[in-house]
C-alpha cells in the first residue's frame, strides 16, 4: 500500500513529519510526500491550479512506472490538499487510471471557502482566484472518482463547516451520480 500526501496550505510536508511517521508505522504503508512548488526549498510558483494537479499526476504516473499498482495508492490531502488528491484522482480516472482517495477537511469548492474565511475580501478575493483559474472545485470532480474514498471530517471544524464539505457534496450527490467503489 502507498499513500501519496499533499500537503494543507501551502504547507510542506516537513511539517507534518511526526503524523507522517505514525501513520507509516500504524499502517505499514509507504508514504510519498510532496512539496508544493515555491515551498519547502522548491523551485517555482503555482500561478494555476493545473500546476499542482499536474505535478501530482506526474509523481502518481512515476510511482505506477516503478512498479506500484493503481488500486494500492491512495492520495490523501488535507484541505487545498484535498482539493488537489481529489483533482488529481480525477483527471487519472479520465485517464482510467483508477486510485484511492482521502481527502481531509474538503470543502466543496474553493469559493466557498474564501468567502467564510475572508469575509471583508471574499468578492475580490474569490474573483481574483477565478482569474488566475483557481477553482479547485471538489464537489464537481466527485462523480469521476472510481476508486475507494476515505472521506474525514469533523462536525465543529471552524474552517470548513460541513455544510460547506465534502461529505456534503457527497450525502447530496443525486441518487446514481458517483461511480466511487466505496465511500466511507
Not at 501513520?23 to 493545473?50: C, Q
Not at 499498482?69 to 490523501?76: D, E, M, N, R, T
Not at 471583508?120 to 464537481?140: C, E, I, N, P, Y
Amino acid at each position: 500500500q502507498t499513500i501519496v500526501y499533499f500537503p494543507a496550505n501551502f504547507d510542506i510536508w516537513q511539517a507534518s513529519i511526526d503524523f507522517l511517521i505514525r501513520l507509516h508505522k500504524s499502517t505499514n504503508t509507504n508514504i510519498h510526500a510532496i512539496n508544493y512548488r515555491g515551498t519547502g526549498g522548491s523551485d517555482g510558483f503555482p500561478e494555476v491550479e493545473d500546476t499542482l494537479i499536474n505535478d501530482g499526476i506526474a509523481y502518481v504516473k512515476n510511482l505506477i512506472q516503478s512498479g506500484v499498482q493503481p488500486g494500492k495508492i491512495a492520495l490523501f490531502g488535507g484541505s487545498i490538499g484535498a482539493g488537489v488528491c481529489l483533482a488529481v484522482a480525477a483527471r487519472l480516472a479520465d485517464e482510467n487510471i483508477v486510485v484511492n482517495t482521502i481527502p481531509l477537511r474538503s470543502y466543496k469548492v474553493l469559493a466557498d471557502i474564501i468567502a467564510q474565511v475572508l469575509p471583508v475580501a471574499a468578492h475580490s478575493t474569490a474573483r481574483f482566484a477565478a482569474k488566475m483559474g483557481w477553482k479547485l472545485d471538489s464537489q464537481a470532480v466527485l462523480p469521476k472518482l472510481r476508486g475507494h474514498m476515505i472521506c474525514m471530517y469533523s462536525e465543529q471544524d471552524p474552517m470548513v463547516p460541513v455544510a460547506r464539505s465534502i461529505k456534503n457534496a457527497i450525502e447530496t450527490a443525486p441518487a446514481g451520480s458517483l461511480q466511487l467503489a466505496s465511500i466511507e
